[in-house]
């Protein structure tokens, strides 16, 4: 399984991004889709997270301001980040959990892309 993540960058403070994600590989279904985060000197944290193609969650930091969606004909998970802040600013993981078949989920990890805010 591969996981190809795309769209950091850099921007303004109040400014947009939108980053997605494509899973790629053999296996019979993604179980969960997620973004985390992980900025300098802290610990890595989840920032959204979607189960199936209902069950959302998202980090107290960023709700109302960012939008987990999925598509699961792609393989696709996107985040969608709106009111962008300076603590926005991290190296930004996707993760999947994907069933190849036989009920037990395993994760898997992207390689990371950059989102910097400047204030």
């Known amino acids: 399984v591969q996981l190809q993540a795309s769209g950091g960058g850099s921007v303004q403070a109040g400014g947009s991004l939108n980053l997605s994600c494509v899973a790629s590989?053999?296996?019979?279904?993604?179980?969960?889709m997620s973004w985390y985060r992980q900025a300098p000197g802290k610990q890595r944290e989840e920032v959204a997270d979607i189960r199936g193609q209902t069950r959302i969650d998202y980090a107290d930091s960023v709700k109302g301001r960012f939008t987990i969606s999925r598509d699961a004909a792609k393989n696709t998970v996107s985040l969608q980040m709106n009111s962008l802040k300076s603590e926005d600013t991290a190296v930004y993981y996707c993760?999947?959990?994907?069933?190849?078949?036989?009920?037990?989920?395993?994760?898997?990890w992207g390689q990371g892309t950059l989102v910097t805010v400047s204030s």
């Open positions: 590989g053999t296996f019979s279904s993604i179980d969960t």
């Open positions: 993760y999947v959990r994907v069933d190849f078949g036989d009920n037990v989920p395993r994760p898997y």
